[in-house]
């Protein structure tokens, strides 16, 4: 078996199919493994939350979702990593973190464990092309062609294409005729073009947002707010940009900020959405 990028996807993917009984190669187009575990969290590697429902998930098929969370839980997720010795601590909020807050920690385990079943690495080795004839794949590498009986494909999004997510997986998926869902930046802060908010640059406020298209409501998103030298930043913009980057294009979008917010919601309860009066 063939398993392509070992970001965090891609080291479960090849674990649990040697766990299975495969004979897996893991490729990666950066000769470093898992640079995005390094960089999560502040590089402390948010594991997971301790609680994960399908609807902490934005995009995809809730209910496919679903099953793969009732699969493998969160409390579940928190055993497999004990079990290789990376224990988790809960932190206010929710968050599950390496105990030693070190990303590395996790990248480490994750390399220990292909030691450990013999899965073969190859790392600097982007596939730059497959095909599949008579039921075999065939994987094109600058060092050679490769063949795998089965291919899982783990190559991330076009986040930080330096870490060698670079899209290429798109191609690849696309070649053996899957369709590709559009994709839209997410998680960005907002750039302002100019105005008076640049004078209160520094203040981090809690505050919420709401998106308004062709006037009409959409979205609010509360949160800490971190007013910045070049616009808005924080949680509560970082859950905004998907919706103000996937508005219609031609659309009237604009963002008011309610700097008085109503009381948030819990995550179980619709992920820190409120309804500020007036909103
Ligand atoms: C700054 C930052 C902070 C984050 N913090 C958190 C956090 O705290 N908690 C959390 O859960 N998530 C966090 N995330 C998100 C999380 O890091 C990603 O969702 C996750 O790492 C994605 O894993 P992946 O395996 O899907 O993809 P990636 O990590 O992108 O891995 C894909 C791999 O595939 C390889 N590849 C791509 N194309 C090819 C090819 N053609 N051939 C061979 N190899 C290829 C790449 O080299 C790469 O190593 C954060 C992300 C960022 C950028």
């Not at 996807?9 to 040697?18: K, L, Q, W």
Request: glycine share 14%.
């Amino acid at each position: 078996m063939a398993v392509i990028g070992a970001g965090a996807a891609g080291f479960m993917a090849a674990i649990a199919a040697a766990e299975s009984g495969a004979r897996v190669t893991l490729y990666n187009s950066h000769p470093l493994p898992g640079l995005k575990i390094l960089m999560s969290g502040g590089t402390r590697c948010n594991v997971t939350h301790a609680v994960v429902g399908p609807e902490s998930f934005h995009g995809g098929s809730r209910p496919a979702i679903g099953l793969v969370l009732k699969s493998f839980p969160a409390d579940a997720v928190r055993r497999w990593f004990e079990a290789r010795g990376v224990p988790l601590k809960e932190e206010p909020g929710g968050k599950l973190f390496p105990v030693g807050d070190s990303a590395r920690a996790v990248v480490a385990m994750f390399e220990a464990e292909l030691d450990r079943l013999g899965i073969r690495r190859r790392f600097g080795h982007p596939v730059t092309s497959m095909t599949r004839r008579d039921g075999v794949f065939h994987l094109d590498t600058p060092a050679g062609t490769d063949s795998a009986r089965a291919v899982i494909l783990t190559s991330g999004g076009l986040s930080y294409p330096k870490t060698g997510s670079d899209g290429s997986g798109y191609r690849l998926a696309r070649g053996m005729g899957h369709a590709i869902t559009p994709t839209t930046p997410a998680l960005t802060p907002l750039v302002l073009a100019g105005g008076a908010l640049f004078d209160l640059q520094g203040l981090t406020l809690p505050a919420a947002l709401t998106l308004r298209i062709d006037g009409r409501r959409r979205v609010t998103r509360a949160g800490s707010l971190l007013l910045t030298h070049f616009g808005l930043s924080g949680p509560a913009a970082l859950d905004m940009s998907r919706h103000w980057l996937g508005a219609p294009s031609g659309a009237d979008r604009r963002i008011f900020v309610h700097w008085r917010p109503g009381p948030a919601r819990s995550l179980a309860d619709g992920g820190g959405l409120v309804d500020p009066p007036g909103a």
